[in-house]
């Protein structure tokens, strides 16, 4: 007999095959689109993707992994000429709620001031040394550093480095030194037979303080002479 001929006419808009009667396409079979191990959900001429782990997208194609934002410290403030001290605890921000992270120096100012602490002691820093607010510092009394903060993403590890600054207090620094005459081996001549009052020197202070003023004691009178 003659071949039957079909007029299929389907009445939504999903993808359909024709065979005498309208039937829904699985694109999840026909098509596999869900990468890196996404679960493929079909819909009505369409499909879902439930992606894992770090994975995003339409498809599962996306890496979501952002870098960390920002970081705050605590404390941020140290006395000088005291060690040891307590350790710098860096919390980040990250889009990456889930994410750990790890911090390193990358350089610092004075070299060496700043260690990232040993692996268990969580994401912090540590100061190596006492600190000299007069010699170590800069015009804003503080020491800097360069960090760089790595997230442990799934599919890619992110950095960026923050510059970081802490605080040094001031504290009083006894003197170093006291000269006579600005000699540095402290020697003064006085005449034989001078008369009493007459002057034999003028004393100067070394200290690192350099606004201090100073009073000065005779503690060896050298016989009252």
Known sequence: GAASSYVGTCTTSAAFSFAGACVEV????????????GACTDLVNGFNCTCVGEWAGPRCSVDSNLPPERI??????FPENTF???????????????QTHTVSVVSSVPAGVFAA??????????ITRALDFEADTNDSGQVQAVVRVTDNGQ??????????AVRVTDTNDAPTAVRINSSPTNAAAVAENAAPGTL?????TVD??????????LLDSAGQR
Not at 117 to 126: I, Q, R, S, V
Not at 200 to 204: D, R, W
């Open 208 to 217: 690192q303080d350099p606004l201090d003023t100073f009073t000065y004691e």
């Open 155 to 164: 599919i890619s590890q992110l950095s960026r480095d923050f510059l970081i």
């Open 26 to 37: 699985d694109e999840c079979a026909a098509e596999a689109p869900c990468e890196n191990g």
């Open 117 to 126: 602490l040993p692996a268990g002691n969580g994401t912090a820093l540590g």
């Open 200 to 204: 034999v020197g003028t004393l100067a």
């Open 72 to 77: 705050v410290l605590s404390p941020t403030s």
């Open 84 to 98: 040891p001290l307590p350790a710098i605890d860096v919390t980040v921000v990250d889009p990456n709620q889930h």
